[in-house]
T-cell receptor, first 111, second 112 residues
Framework: GQNIDQPTEMTATEGAIVQINCTYQTSGFNGLFWYQQHAGEAPTFLSYNVLDGLEEKGRFSSFLSRSKGYSYLLLKELQMKDSASYLCADFSGAGSYQLTFGKGTKLSVIP | DSGVTQTPKHLITATGQRVTLRCSPRSGDLSVYWYQQSLDQGLQFLIQYYNGEERAKGNILERFSAQQFPDLHSELNLSSLELGDSALYFC???????????FGPGTRLTVL
């Protein structure tokens, strides 16, 4: 569950669609979480994927490919309030289910 | 509001001192997790408790300790504080080990 990789920063335009990618090591994998974190605030839960495929929740969708160790978060109809860091975390570790977080992708939404 | 509470919200102290951070999990949650977030490191898992017992340790220094009490609240004790311990400390809770973790608002610790 180590070596979570995601881009450091992204910029997108209000109203557009943005895809934030995340890769992880597949050994001991139990699931993949996405959290949103505004600066200085608590991470808030967005999605959890354990099976391959796309999960849609309103403007946000998350995709997982277990065989490829790959996930993405898709944000549609971007709003200024979506400017935040998006944290990818894998759920691994025998018996403890601890989260290992990537360093986060800072998304800036511009008018 | 996740339902997880943490106190205090801010803490300013001096090097060498000891502090205690407190966390109350969401009602019904048995598992509590502590994380440290510094500017250059991202969220780092420190320690996990389940129903009063320690379940997993991450990158927790020997100067740090934690416990979960019978009422399921948890405390993180940081001693012999150093400048580098300045960070946001988050507590999270979940009903069971394999469930989604919900984070508290955090305690911002500043060591001067």
């Amino acid at each position: 569950g180590q070596n979570i990789d995601q881009p450091t920063e992204m910029t997108a335009t209000e109203g557009a669609i943005v895809q934030i990618n995340c890769t992880y090591q597949t050994s001991g994998f139990n699931g993949l979480f996405w959290y949103q974190q505004h600066a200085g605030e608590a991470p808030t839960f967005l999605s959890y994927n354990v099976l391959d495929g796309l999960e849609e929740k309103g403007r946000f969708s998350s995709f997982l490919s277990r065989s490829k160790g790959y996930s993405y978060l898709l944000l549609k109809e971007l709003q200024m309030k979506d400017s935040a860091s998006y944290l990818c975390a894998d759920f691994s570790g025998a018996g403890s289910y601890q989260l290992t977080f990537g360093k986060g992708t800072k998304l800036s939404v511009i008018p | 509001d996740s339902g997880v509470t943490q106190t205090p919200k801010h803490l300013i102290t001096a090097t060498g001192q000891r502090v205690t951070l407190r966390c109350s999990p969401r009602s019904g949650d048995l598992s509590v997790y502590w994380y440290q977030q510094s500017l250059d490191q991202g969220l780092q898992f420190l320690i996990q408790y389940y129903n009063g017992e320690e379940r997993a340790k991450g990158n927790i220094l020997e100067r740090f300790s934690a416990q979960q009490f019978p009422d399921l609240h948890s405390e993180l004790n940081l001693s012999s504080l150093e400048l580098g311990d300045s960070a946001l400390y988050f507590c999270a809770s979940s009903p069971q080990l394999e469930d989604t973790q919900y984070f508290g608002p955090g305690t911002r610790l500043t060591v001067l």
